[in-house]
């Protein structure tokens, strides 16, 4: 797992998009970082930790007529 030292306006969609490659691993983001799951604007400096994500076409969470 690696670290990212946030910049003033971060948010965890961006730092998910920006790190991991895509928005739909926000939900890992902000599941390893519950410390600041009250935050949506991020202030510089905090240190997150960035998961390892399995990348793969799959989508969490998709309606049902998107699934195909």
Sequence with gaps: MKEYRTKSGDTFDLIAYD???SCKYVEDLINAN???VSTLIFKAGHI???P???KSSVVKNLPPWRQK
């Design 19 to 21: 790190q991991l490659g």
């Design 48 to 50: 997150l930790k960035i």
């Design 52 to 54: 390892d994500v399995e």
């Design 34 to 36: 519950r410390e600041y």
